[in-house]
């Protein structure tokens, strides 16, 4: 079954403890992508990559880092998070075509994170 | 400021009614437009998506859209609504010169027996 996963789905954690959200995908996508979703925000982008290697960052990236190793995996990590990172966190992934990203992004079933 | 505003966040409906939700964007050149839809508890899944050519597109679930350029619109209907539509439907583009999405915060709806 072709699928974003995403691990763990729930997250309690204390400020400064460093922590990795996992991310995988199985439809051997070039694009990957971070969102965070917060109430009355909608999803804004922490980073993206558009393949191996390449990763760049999108709307809020302070306080995370990502890495792309692999083509299925793109890790989300909190090196020293703080409460302003609760939040629920969704994984994305689509082909990526020559020019824009305009094929439909498949979403993992998100992360819900609190950080006390 | 460039975004994707949802005029309307929260919206109630009867079983059986049509439903119109709203959808605009300030970016200059025309970009790729989507609607999503998140279920309590779930993840997003696309509804439909306008890229060029016929400004009604047809999407999953009974749901259409129809871009308009003058107004710089794209609202998602389906004429008779069903319980299982209530959810948080979200409005999507990528801009021309982009390689993201950027999303509207959101309109959740309620569904009335």
């Known amino acids: 079954e072709a699928q974003v996963t995403q691990n763990p789905r729930y997250l309690i954690t204390v400020t400064g403890k460093k922590l990795t959200v996992t991310c995988s995908q199985n439809m051997n996508h070039e694009y990957m992508s971070w969102y965070r979703q917060d109430p009355g925000l909608g999803l804004r982008q922490i980073y993206y990559s558009m393949n191996v290697e390449v990763t760049d960052k999108g709307d809020v990236p302070e306080g995370y880092k990502v890495s792309r190793k692999e083509k299925r995996n793109f890790p989300l990590i909190l090196e020293s998070p703080s409460p302003n990172q609760t939040s629920l966190y969704f994984c994305?992934?689509?082909?990526?075509?020559?020019?824009?990203?305009?094929?439909?992004?498949?979403f993992g079933p998100g992360t819900r994170l609190t950080v006390l | 400021a460039q975004s994707v505003t949802q005029p309307d966040i929260h919206i109630t409906v009867s079983e059986g009614a049509s439903l119109e939700l709203r959808c605009n964007y300030s970016y200059g050149a025309t970009p790729y437009l989507f609607w999503y839809v998140q279920s309590p508890g779930q993840g997003l899944q696309l509804l439909l998506k306008y890229f060029s050519g016929d400004t009604l597109v047809q999407g999953i679930k009974g749901f259409e859209a129809e871009f308009k350029r003058s107004q710089s619109s794209f609202n998602l209907r389906k004429p008779s609504v069903h319980w299982s539509d209530a959810a948080e439907y979200f409005c999507a583009v990528v801009p021309g010169g982009y390689n993201k999405l950027i999303f509207g915060a959101g309109t959740r709806l309620a569904v009335h027996p």
């Open positions: 994305a992934s689509s082909l990526r075509t020559s020019g824009r990203v305009n094929n439909e992004q498949f």
